[in-house]
């Protein structure tokens, strides 16, 4: 008898966990033609696709036609994550009755392009918070559609979405970028791509791994997925990239290496502390280049009261925007220099010319033309009714 979770020595310490993850796949499987997993390659989406995979394969689901894998490559993972995936991804392969599919947002709007080619400064917290939708769910929810558009019925998606320990059932789904050790645009993924343009109403996502607490999703990855009886699937080596044998304790949230939303990279400081990791070190140093380059001294900013196409006014006179041409070559010579150090591919041959030749286009953002004043330029105040505030002691700042 071929060993599953739920006979033998091998049933997990969470094992009702795993019961009911089954039987919510169970309830659902046979209503829709189609099965697809959103895989982004942090741990609770592999563990769902390594789980379901050795599911089928163990008889406990029933082998669809064709099990569709869509793999998000940002190009911006930790190299733990990156080569995890990567291994993945060869044993995907092997097996006939899985189709993966790579997505990748198209290279104008990948994250280095976008920042260095076109200008706009790296996503925050409060205004500019860009990157989750462009390089992650849109390129999915694309890739989604261009997949189902030709098949009759409907799909069922499979994402790998964990409410967490503490996590009450509201908003900070979406927000999963910071809670709980999540992987960023995992909320994203179960609201935005069942209303993707093309498959509204086509697609329903279901979250197996919804209750799992964290020590269940380490006990799959790193004692029961690598034993040949489960897959033997290459995911331990996925650990590192979260704090290694206190993994769990650690719970650390991963995405893009120095994402700059988040308040610190623990992830990547975690990794670096580690032998075969260590060569990454410079990698740290990407953190502090995006805080340089949302500076006033790097960007750009409107030099009095902008009317819109309405005639009304701007709601923020003299606002920051795009990086400067200086600062964008200036950050791409750094970035290149960490990632040659680091022996990573952040900005690869194809990206690099493309970053050039917009620089060397003048490119910018729509509304912005690269003669706007340098945003750290002492400017006269203006208002939109009219009146303005000329700088006080012109003289001592130089205006
Ligand atoms: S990890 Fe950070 S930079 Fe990357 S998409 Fe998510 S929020 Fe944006």
């Known amino acids: 008898m071929t060993p599953t979770l739920f006979n033998g020595n091998a049933r997990m310490v969470h094992g009702e966990a795993?019961?009911?993850?089954?039987?919510?796949?169970?309830?659902?499987?046979?209503?829709?033609?189609?099965?697809?997993?959103a895989w982004s390659g942090g741990k609770d989406s592999t563990a769902a696709l390594t789980l379901i995979v050795h599911l089928i394969e163990s008889g406990e689901l029933p082998r669809p036609e064709i099990l569709h894998v869509f793999y998000a490559d940002t190009r911006q993972e930790l190299p733990p994550i990156q080569l995890a995936a990567e291994q993945v991804m060869a044993r995907l392969r092997e097996r006939s009755w899985i189709k993966l599919t790579v997505v990748r947002a198209p290279l104008d709007k990948r994250f280095?392009?976008?920042?260095?080619?076109r200008g706009v400064p790296p996503p925050n917290n409060n205004t500019l918070r860009w990157c989750t939708?462009?390089?992650?769910?849109?390129?999915?929810?694309?890739a989604l559609g261009a997949a189902i558009a030709d098949l009759d019925g409907t799909a069922l998606m499979i994402t790998g979405v964990r409410e967490g320990e503490s996590a009450v059932r509201d908003g900070?789904?979406?927000?999963?970028?910071?809670?709980?050790?999540?992987?960023?645009?995992?909320?994203?993924?179960?609201?935005v791509l069942p209303?993707?343009?093309?498959?509204?109403?086509?697609?329903?996502?279901?979250?197996?791994?919804?209750?799992?607490?964290?020590?269940?999703v380490w006990d799959w990855l790193k004692v029961f997925a690598p034993m040949p009886e489960f897959g033997g699937w290459p995911v331990a080596i996925l650990a590192d990239a979260y704090g290694g044998d206190d993994a769990t304790e650690i719970n650390a949230r991963t995405g893009c290496i120095g994402c700059p939303l988040a308040s610190q990279d623990t992830a990547l400081e975690v990794i670096v502390q580690m032998p075969a990791w260590q060569h990454l070190a410079p990698l740290l140093e990407l953190k502090p280049l995006y805080r340089w380059m949302r500076l006033p001294a790097q960007?750009?900013?409107?030099?009095?009261?902008?009317r819109l196409k309405d005639g009304s006014i701007a709601k923020n006179p003299q606002r920051m925007g795009p990086l400067t041409l200086e600062a964008r070559q200036s950050a791409l010579t750094t970035i290149l220099d960490i990632q040659d150090r680091a022996r990573v591919d952040l900005i690869n041959a194809e990206e690099e010319a493309r970053i050039r030749e917009l620089i060397a286009a003048g490119t910018f953002p729509q509304k912005w033309d690269g003669n706007?004043?340098?945003?750290?330029?002492?400017?006269?105040?203006?208002?939109?009714?009219?009146?303005?505030?000329?700088?006080?002691?012109?003289?001592?700042v130089g205006a």
């Open 299 to 306: 960007r750009h900013r409107k030099s009095g009261v902008e």
């Open 112 to 117: 280095m392009v976008y920042i260095l080619g």
């Open 18 to 37: 795993v019961e009911l993850t089954l039987a919510s796949l169970r309830a659902y499987w046979g209503r829709h033609p189609h099965v697809a997993v």
């Open 195 to 216: 209303d993707a343009k093309g498959v509204r109403g086509r697609i329903a996502t279901l979250a197996p791994l919804l209750h799992w607490r964290v020590c269940t």
């Open 133 to 142: 939708r462009q390089i992650k769910v849109d390129p999915m929810a694309e």
């Open 372 to 396: 706007e004043p340098r945003a750290d330029a002492w400017l006269d105040a203006e208002y939109g009714d009219g009146t303005g505030q000329p700088i006080l002691f012109r003289e001592l």
């Open 172 to 191: 900070r789904i979406a927000m999963s970028c910071s809670k709980d050790g999540a992987e960023c645009g995992q909320g994203w993924y179960q609201q």
